[in-house]
C-alpha cells in the first residue's frame, strides 16, 4: 500500500535497553523527520533528512541515533531507553517544493519503564 | 523556538465560527496548518507562503501577516467534524523544518 507506515504500533521497553523504531515510506520523498509529541509541548523534532545519507539534529537529539541508508527508510533508535523518552513518536515525509505539507505515520506510542 | 498558539481551547456549537492565533518570534518563511483526532496523527491543511498569502479549504482558511510574523486560522459556520487539535508548524528558514505549537484543542457540539 502506498504511504508511511510506522512500527511498532505500540512498545514497551525498559530503561537502558535499545530500541528502533522504523519508518517507511513508499513516494520517495526526499524529507523525512521524527517528532515526539508530548502533552503540553506539541511535536518536537528530534532528527530529519533531506535525502539519503544526509541527516542532521533537531530540537530535542539528546539519546537517539537516526540513519538513512535507503531513500525509503527512516528508521530512528533510542540508545539506551530512559523515562524520560516515553512520548509519542511520529515519522513525516515531504516532497519539497510542491505546496503539500508533511505526511505524517500512524504513530508508535514508546513505555519505557 | 516554538510559536504559540491562542487560545489553548475553545468550546463551539455548531454553526459557529472561532479564530486560531499563531504567533513566531522569529521572522518566517512559511506556516502550516493542521488538525489530529484523538489518537491519530496530524493531517495536512493547508500552507502559507509569505507575502501575506491567505488561504481556504473549505469552511476553514488562514492568513499569514508576515510583518507580524503571525497567522490565524478561521473556522467559519463550525461542524462536529471539525473537532481535534489544531497545531501551526512554522518554517524560519526554507529548509522544510517546522516548529510547531503547543496545538488549539477545538471542540464543536450539536
Known amino acids: 500500500d502506498a504511504g508511511i507506515t510506522q512500527s511498532p504500533r505500540y512498545k514497551i521497553t525498559e530503561t537502558g535497553r535499545q530500541v528502533t523504531l522504523m519508518c517507511h515510506q513508499t513516494w520517495s520523498h526526499s524529507y523525512m523527520f521524527w517528532y515526539r509529541q508530548d502533552l503540553g509541548h506539541g511535536l518536537r523534532l528530534i532528527y530529519y533528512s533531506a535525502a539519503a545519507d544526509i541527516t542532521d539534529k533537531g530540537e530535542v537529539p539528546d539519546g537517539y541515533v537516526v540513519s538513512r541508508s535507503k531513500t525509503e527508510n527512516f528508521p530512528l533508535t533510542l540508545e539506551s531507553a530512559t523515562r524520560s523518552q516515553t512520548s509519542v513518536y511520529f515519522c513525516a515525509s515531504l516532497a519539497p517544493g510542491t505546496g503539500d505539507g508533511y505526511t505524517f505515520g500512524s504513530g508508535t506510542r514508546l513505555t519505557v519503564v | 523556538q516554538q510559536p504559540v498558539q491562542s487560545p489553548q481551547a475553545v468550546i463551539l456549537r455548531e454553526g459557529e465560527d472561532a479564530v486560531i492565533n499563531c504567533s513566531s518570534s522569529?521572522?518566517?518563511?512559511?506556516v502550516h496548518w493542521y488538525r489530529q483526532k484523538h489518537g491519530e496523527a496530524p493531517v495536512f491543511l493547508m500552507i502559507l507562503l509569505k507575502g501575506g498569502e491567505q488561504k481556504g479549504h473549505d469552511k476553514i482558511s488562514a492568513s499569514f501577516n508576515e510583518k507580524k510574523q503571525q497567522s490565524s486560522l478561521y473556522l467559519t459556520a463550525s461542524q462536529l467534524s471539525y473537532s481535534g487539535t489544531y497545531f501551526c508548524g512554522t518554517e524560519s528558514l526554507n529548509d522544510y523544518k517546522l516548529s510547531f505549537g503547543a496545538g488549539t484543542t477545538v471542540t464543536v457540539r450539536a
Open positions: 522569529k521572522a518566517l518563511y512559511s
